[in-house]
């Protein structure tokens, strides 16, 4: 059985104001780290990656480094890697 902390870690995300991504990693291999970190399957990964890519108007960046995106871009990266596989949201101003 799960305890409860860990079950709270599926479901619960945060999304910081500052800018928390990593300006080596591309877009995709951002999405691909944190659905390792939240226990994606490693066989539904690479279809989740593509459906969140697609779902949040990234495909075209999809393979830039999050330091050549805008800032709304890179935005849009951290809303959509909170986003994954999340039932609570919380954003903060």
């Known amino acids: 059985m799960m305890g409860l902390s860990a079950c709270l870690h599926r479901i619960i995300g945060v999304c910081p104001q500052q800018n928390v991504l990593f300006g080596y990693l591309t877009v995709k291999e951002h999405l691909e780290l944190y659905a390792s970190l939240k226990g994606v399957p490693k066989l539904q990964t ?48």
């Open 46 to 93: 690479q279809q989740t990656v593509h459906e969140m890519v697609i779902n949040l108007g990234l495909k075209d960046k999809a393979n830039s480094r999050a330091s050549c995106l805008s800032g709304g871009m890179q935005r849009k990266l951290q809303v959509s890697i909170m986003l994954k596989s999340l039932q609570i949201v919380h954003l903060l101003k």
